[in-house]
């Protein structure tokens, strides 16, 4: 006959033991029934060892059954995130036996496994693209993180939460700790934030047109140039086609031009879009009381880059709509210009649609690529 242990004492002589192990969502179970047959002299001192074993329902600790003094099968609190726990106490037969004082009681072990060498036992998370008319591009990531027994879950925040990606700013963060489990939930939201000119560029422009052919296909041409040491890598990257590049290694400016067919799905003739950008601080020049001396200039906030987009496009037969705002995180002024189709006009200026975009960044920007058209 088995001997069954727990929490460091004999509970009696088991007819029956069986356990099942299993995959869980949130770790692997363990689960023990066990069939004791209980002696005793007077069914006063039956009646009190079934009060013990009821006593000992929901305590968590060590679980052992063991055979001639070997160890048959030990489940350890150490090698579990829950439990062992004693979840039930069921008598079988309760009547019949109180005749030979004699009583059968079944106990329902349960425990959650947990691997030793990992402080996260279980993390699931979800991400979501949030998109509104005027208003930025937001990543929305929810999660859950379950631990190792012991563990404190804000030690592992950093961890489990998701890292702000490039060009985006951390709008939102919920965190929901659960030291008994432990567990740790998380709701965060990104924003997409202003992207000035490329790394590496000082100074740009470029126009970007697009027209309809004789054929009926779109030609599109980006044509502009960019100034710094990274100007040449930041054009080449720029557009895809037929491309002509000017370089001087002197002034570090490249003039570039690029030529190729798109499918633009607008119904419009023609197309053309400027974007400028202008980088201003706001500085205060105080002079000082002694002669021959400079003056001492004060910087103001931090340096702001503005932007314009700005372009016009003929539609065929109807006014087309106008493109997004490049820079929607940042947009101060909008303007949207739609002309009326008188009927004498030709077609390339009956339908004309013109748009002026003003942006202008909120602090200290990031280096990053305007998004693509």
């Not at 949130?26 to 009821?54: K, Q």
């Not at 706001?282 to 372009?311: F, S, Y």
């Not at 947009?331 to 003003?358: C, F, M």
Request: charged share 20%.
């Amino acid at each position: 006959m088995l001997t069954l242990m727990f929490d460091g004492q004999v509970l009696g002589g088991a007819e029956h033991l069986q356990w099942q192990r299993q995959s869980a969502g949130g770790g692997a179970t363990e689960t023990w029934r066990a069939t004791l047959d209980l002696h005793a002299a007077t069914p006063a001192a039956l009646e009190a060892a079934v009060a013990a074993l009821r006593a000992l329902a929901g305590r968590q600790a060590d679980l052992a059954a063991t055979a001639g003094g070997a160890t048959v099968r030990r489940l350890e609190v150490a090698e579990c995130r829950h439990g062992p726990v004693l979840e039930a106490v069921n008598e079988q037969d309760p009547a019949p036996g109180a005749a030979h004082n004699r009583r059968r009681v079944v106990l329902a072990f349960n425990a959650t496994l947990q691997d030793a060498d990992s402080a996260v036992q279980l993390h699931s998370r979800a991400l979501e693209v949030v998109t509104a008319a005027g208003v930025p591009v937001r990543v929305r990531a929810t999660g859950r993180g379950v631990l190792r027994r012991g563990e404190d879950p804000a030690a592992h925040e950093n961890a489990l939460l998701p890292a702000i990606p490039g060009g985006y700013r951390r709008v939102k963060t919920a965190v929901t700790r659960d030291t008994q489990e432990p567990a740790l939930a998380y709701e965060t939201e990104d924003e997409r934030v202003f992207m000035p000119l490329p790394a590496g560029v000082e100074d740009g422009h470029y126009v970007i047109s697009e027209s309809a052919q004789a054929d009926g296909s779109v030609l599109r041409m980006t044509a502009g140039f960019f100034v710094g040491a990274g100007a040449m890598a930041q054009a080449l990257a720029l557009g895809g086609g037929e491309r002509t590049l000017r370089s001087n290694p002197f002034t570090r400016r490249v003039d570039f031009e690029y030529r190729e067919l798109v499918d633009s799905g607008q119904g419009q003739l023609a197309l053309t879009e400027t974007l400028s950008f202008t980088t201003t601080r706001r500085v205060i020049d105080h002079p000082l009381l002694a002669p021959n001396t400079p003056a001492w200039r004060q910087q103001v906030g931090t340096a702001q880059t503005e932007i314009v987009q700005q372009g016009s496009a003929v539609g065929r037969g109807r006014h087309v709509a106008p493109p997004a705002p490049r820079y929607a995180a940042d947009l101060l002024e909008r303007h949207v210009n739609y002309s009326v189709p008188q009927p004498g006009l030709p077609d390339d200026k009956r339908w004309i649609t013109a748009w002026r975009y003003v942006s202008r960044t909120r602090g200290p920007a990031l280096h990053r690529p305007p998004e693509a058209p």
